[in-house]
């Protein structure tokens, strides 16, 4: 099956700081890509869902000037947090669309101190 | 708006015992339904899938029937493993305008599945 891939797995940063997540797909070229969040013991929540060359759409209640998205290229997005704090603290999940299939990524932990 | 209901969990059985996790949802139109499984440590990966009424999808022995009338999509297992302790999700996600490709998953809150020996 496709594979996504994501980097880092775990991050650890200081409260203030900015994060980069990236998510690839290995082997296959996703035109659409989603960025989810989960909570402990929680569903995944639905943060945007990025489209290669164009911006990406944020649901409702997601700060797009927070949590920044750009996928650049057909196998590359990333979701930047910026300016951390703690509550930022999160798993923080991509996946990448293809043939009307979702296949996600491992998951990123983010621990923001 | 949609929305995605599971039987909370955890869920505990012994080896070769059988499974059922229950879910409903609610959603406009004609909804195409999902089984996620995440193993520790893993992303998510598809179980199975169903796009219309009365469709049945099945893998690696799990089956889930798309029971429009009751809006249910129960996973079920005649004799679960070890190996399939995991989190389970139910999701839902509706066509695009286009129908040419699913839109974005709406998810249940997961089960967390532990068999023992």
């Known amino acids: 099956g496709a594979v996504v891939s994501q980097h880092p797995s775990r991050v650890i940063c200081k409260s203030g700081t900015s994060v980069k997540i990236e998510c690839r797909s290995l082997?296959?070229?996703?035109?659409?890509m989603f960025w989810y969040r989960q909570f402990p013991k929680q569903s995944l929540m639905l943060m945007a869902t990025?489209?290669?060359?164009?911006?990406?759409?944020?649901e409702q209640g997601v700060e797009k000037d927070k949590f920044l998205i750009n996928h650049a290229s057909l196998t590359l997005s990333t979701l930047t947090v910026t300016s951390a704090h703690p509550e930022d603290s999160s798993f923080y999940i991509c996946?990448?669309?293809?043939?009307?299939?979702?296949?996600f990524g491992p998951g990123t932990r983010l621990t923001v101190l | 708006g949609n929305s995605v209901t599971q039987m909370e969990g955890p869920v505990t059985l012994s080896e070769e015992a059988f499974l059922t996790i229950n879910c409903t949802y609610t959603?406009?139109?004609?909804?195409?339904l999902f089984w996620y499984v995440q193993y520790p440590g893993e992303g998510l990966q598809l179980l199975l899938k169903?796009?219309?009424?009365?469709d049945k999808g099945s893998n690696k022995g799990f089956e889930a029937t798309y029971r429009k009338e009751t809006t249910s999509f129960h996973l079920e297992k005649g004799s679960v493993q070890v190996s399939d302790s995991a989190v389970y999700f139910c999701?839902?996600?509706?066509?695009?305008?286009?129908?040419?490709?699913?839109?974005?998953?709406?998810f249940g809150q997961g089960t967390i599945l532990t068999v023992h020996p």
């Open positions: 169903a796009t219309k009424a009365d």
């Open positions: 999701a839902l996600s509706q066509r695009n305008a286009g129908g040419t490709s699913y839109g974005k998953l709406t």
């Open positions: 959603a406009t139109g004609y909804p195409s």
């Open positions: 990025s489209n290669e060359g164009s911006k990406a759409t944020y």
């Open positions: 082997d296959f070229q996703a035109t659409t």
């Open positions: 996946s990448g669309s293809l043939y009307n299939e979702q296949f």
